[in-house]
């Protein structure tokens, strides 16, 4: 991924399912980035958004990994 390259949310999910779902795009030759905050982490819980991490690819290959994910393209996950 280039410093410049636009990131787009293609799902959210909990840390364990995201570690799960990166390992499978990856493998797809996706990269991807989670974004999350650490406070989710520490307390191991998902309240109205924290806890939640955005699983994030560069944006000319979302609809990649979307249909890799099985993710329907009018979905807003």
Do not use: C, F, W
Request: without cysteine; aromatic residues 4%.
């Amino acid at each position: 991924m280039s410093a410049r390259e636009q990131l787009v949310t293609v799902r959210t999910a909990n840390y364990m399912e995201a570690q799960i779902i990166k390992g499978r795009l990856e493998s797809e030759g996706i990269p991807v980035l989670l974004s999350y905050e650490s406070a989710g982490l520490i307390y191991g819980l998902t309240v109205d958004g924290l806890g939640e991490v955005k699983i994030m690819v560069p944006e000319h290959l979302a609809k990649e990994a979307k249909e890799i994910l099985g993710i329907s393209l009018e979905s807003k996950k």
